[in-house]
């Protein structure tokens, strides 16, 4: 069965170093996104991307975040200055539908700790 | 691990018994919800979904309702089984302008007893 996928597992980074998060969706999706969550609370939303551009994203998702689709299958999130406060799990979905159509699929996650 | 500093309701269980693990979504005008299953350390599992214009939607061995009127959403769990345990968490969606993004709860933790 298909299923998205997400490199690294694990990546430690110290502050105000850049990190890039990356992510295959589903191959015949079309709509992809990025959520966070912190250690011991709830999944929140970040960013959604379709036909290579964001089309939504939450306050979190300031400046220093951003997100691309280099090529036909890698979909990235990148964080220019790291700070401790992101320190988090990092989830890639993607749908093929919009997604109050259609469901999202979810990575295991990349687990961002920052020292 | 994953569990360190997490505070959640846990619904403790015995194997074989059924479970229902509740929800209270936060927006009237969502039209889609969705359960999914987070095992520690991976990411969140579709189990099952339901739209407004449904009430109940039944799958393999899970059912959700959807009360609209208090904005209540359930998920039942039929003969649950050692590997049913997990954080369990709801997730609303309203389509909006083409583009949308899930809410999720706080989630709840299932302990299944052999």
């Known amino acids: 069965e298909p299923e998205v996928t997400q490199t690294p597992s694990h990546q430690v980074t110290q502050m105000g170093q850049e990190v890039i998060l990356r992510c295959v969706p589903i191959?015949?999706?079309?709509?992809f996104y990025w959520y966070r969550q912190i250690l011991g609370q709830k999944v929140e939303f970040l960013v959604s991307?379709?036909?290579?551009?964001?089309?939504?994203k939450s306050e979190i998702f300031d400046d220093q975040f951003s997100v691309e689709r280099p090529d036909g299958s890698n979909f990235t999130l990148k964080i220019r200055s790291t700070k401790l406060e992101d320190s988090a799990m990092y989830f890639c979905?993607?749908?093929?539908?919009?997604?109050?159509?259609?469901?999202?699929?979810f990575g295991p996650g990349t687990r961002l700790t920052v020292l | 691990g994953e569990s360190v500093g997490l505070h959640l309701p846990t619904l403790s269980v015995q194997e074989g018994d059924n479970s229902i693990i509740n929800c209270a979504y936060s927006?009237?005008?969502?039209?889609?919800f969705i359960w999914y299953k987070q095992e520690s350390g991976k990411g969140p599992q579709f189990i099952i979904d339901?739209?407004?214009?449904?009430d109940k939607r039944q799958g393999q061995r899970v059912t959700v309702l959807l009360n609209k009127t208090v904005k209540h959403l359930s998920l039942q769990i039929a003969a649950t089984q050692p590997g049913d345990s997990a954080v369990y968490f709801c997730?609303?969606?309203?389509?909006?302008?083409?583009?949308?993004?899930?809410?999720f709860g706080a989630g709840t933790r299932l302990a299944v007893h052999p």
């Open positions: 191959s015949n999706h079309l709509y």
């Open positions: 991307f379709y036909n290579n551009e964001i089309s939504e």
């Open positions: 339901i739209r407004s214009n449904m």
């Open positions: 979905a993607s749908s093929r539908l919009a997604g109050g159509s259609d469901t999202q699929y």
């Open positions: 927006n009237s005008a969502s039209d889609y």
């Open positions: 997730a609303e969606s309203m389509f909006s302008g083409g583009y949308n993004k899930l809410i």
